[in-house]
């Protein structure tokens, strides 16, 4: 079992960046795909980015590609979600998933683990 805890959240002004933070405890998850997900008020649950066991590949939301950037520190096991240039519509509680899949890590359903998640907000 692995607990997952995301900090890193905050209001920022659009165009600003937030730099959120996942991290694991309970075990190593250094062999999980880590994913993270957000869900605007009266919308359901999207998916925002996804980065593989090692780091090696990545996958991003068209809504987010060239503006938000995955990563992951195995031997500190963590993960992390940069993000730059952010729009008010960026706002939402966003989630830190990790899972054991690869194929079909854009969908939520293919994580066991999940945190409590982080609220960002973003004023215009």
């Known amino acids: 079992q692995v607990q997952l805890v995301e900090s890193g959240g905050g209001l920022a002004q659009a165009g600003g960046s937030l730099r959120l933070a996942c991290a694991a405890s309970?075990?190593?998850?250094?062999?999980?795909?880590v994913g993270w997900f957000r869900q605007a008020p009266g919308k359901e649950r999207e998916f925002v980015a996804t980065?593989?066991?090692?780091?090696?590949?990545?996958s991003y939301a068209d809504s987010v590609k060239g503006r938000f950037r995955i990563s992951r520190d195995n031997i500190k096991n963590w993960a992390s979600l940069q993000m730059n240039s952010l729009k008010p519509e960026d706002t939402a509680i966003y989630y830190c998933?990790?899972?054991?899949?690869?194929?079909?890590?854009?969908?939520?359903?293919?994580?066991?683990?999940w945190g409590q998640g982080t609220q960002v907000t973003v004023s215009s």
């Open positions: 980065i593989n066991w090692n780091g090696s590949n990545t």
């Open positions: 998933a990790a899972g054991w899949h690869w194929s079909g890590a854009e969908r939520a359903d293919r994580y066991d683990y």
């Open positions: 309970g075990r190593t998850f250094s062999g999980n795909t």
